[in-house]
């Protein structure tokens, strides 16, 4: 039992609900929604797909008393007064607020390759995509930060209920392979910080125009927000993101560009967990192949990629907007423990920005 309740991705939904009782003030959801199966939710899809209520809906409506502070989000939750929204640092960590930042970053213009894709865990947005780039994407036109995801049995319940499947999407036992480079030690984010720096953006985000990004989305229908998606806006890049439901609204209420003139976005209003990724590509294939375009596309929208990086580096503007979510955190971290009387979520989520507003 909690003041305040974590809801952490290992555990049940039944352990989850046994933390609340008649003290619980609060609850955090600081990572994607709990689903068992791992990163896919292997052999328990069609019963999440099947399910028109998620277990986070249904304690957010049944515990109206209670204060959810999510980093997962769909646009229903709007509804719920109970209900704020929050990123949290792993999103916000190029803020210039944010701890040991350094004042200037290595980013330039000097593109020579059309597209870069990243990703680490499995997930089955990563696992399609994997597949689709394999095949479609010519090896010389893509960068890849990729950890292999090759169980393509995983995902058949989502490719079976598809009504966007083609067999002509992909190809069995042909995917990217890993180039994926293992975080180095320190706190995460000083993991997160130097491999931006000191990897990310000079071998991927410096030479691409297009960042393609299967953000840690499961099964469960919503987006959430992490250094994934920043990364392409500090990168200079423009944005495309992969399986991440309804994200572009989240965005342009935080003031980003998105190019809906030029990438095909339409795939991220579909409730198929199929659709959402493959579609994507499908409707960018031939942008995401022509450099000749892409440079133009690039020169012409210039200020805009400005604006989204001084956004997500320059301004600080982003934590100003979390500033009631922020200062909300902070009081739902005085009541963090675990059995051992440590703070119940890792440090980067938990980010509160001391020194501001105090």
């Known amino acids: 039992m909690a003041v305040t309740v974590t809801w952490d991705t290992w555990l049940s939904d039944q ?82 607020q944010f701890p040991n930042r350094p004042l200037n970053l290595p980013i330039h213009y000097n593109k020579t390759v059309e597209c870069m894709v990243s990703g680490g865990t499995k997930r089955i947005n990563r696992i399609l995509a994997g597949y689709w780039l394999a095949k479609h994407m010519p090896k010389e036109k893509l960068l890849s930060n990729w950890q292999e995801v090759s169980e393509l049995h995983e995902v058949v319940e989502v490719i079976n209920r598809s009504p966007y499947y083609k067999k002509s999407h992909i190809k069995h036992k042909r995917f990217l392979p890993t180039t994926f480079i293992p975080r180095p030690a320190g706190t995460q984010a000083e993991r997160i910080l130097h491999l931006f720096l000191n990897h990310q953006v000079p071998n991927y985000h410096n030479r691409s125009f297009v960042c393609m990004v299967p953000e840690s989305v499961g099964v469960e229908l919503g987006c ?19 399986g991440n439901y309804k994200v572009n609204e989240l965005l342009k209420d935080l003031g980003f560009e998105t190019f809906d003139h030029l990438l095909d976005n339409s795939h991220l209003d579909l409730q198929d967990r199929y659709g959402m990724t493959i579609c994507g590509l499908e409707n960018n294939k031939e942008l995401m192949c022509d450099f000749d375009r892409l440079q133009t596309a690039y020169h012409e929208n210039i200020q805009m990629i400005e604006h989204n990086y001084n956004l997500a580096t320059n301004s600080n503007s982003l934590i100003y907007k979390y500033k009631k979510e922020i200062q909300l955190l902070r009081e739902m971290k005085k009541y963090l423990i675990d059995d051992s009387g440590e703070l119940a979520c890792n440090d980067l989520a938990c980010e509160t920005f001391e020194g501001l507003w105090t």
């Open 15 to 96: 352990e989850i609900e046994q933390q609340f009782d008649a003290t619980t003030r609060f609850c955090l959801i600081h990572e994607p929604p709990n689903e068992p199966g791992g990163g896919t939710a292997y052999g328990y899809q069609a019963e999440i797909l099947d399910r028109g209520f998620t277990f986070m809906d249904q304690m957010m409506t049944t515990y109206r008393n209670v204060q959810f502070l999510t980093k997962w989000w769909h646009p229903k939750m709007k509804d719920y007064d109970n209900v704020a929204f929050y990123p949290g640092g792993s999103f916000l960590f190029l803020q210039p």
């Open 224 to 242: 959430i927000l992490t250094e994934k998606t920043i990364k392409a806006f500090a990168g200079k890049n423009f944005l495309l993101s992969l």
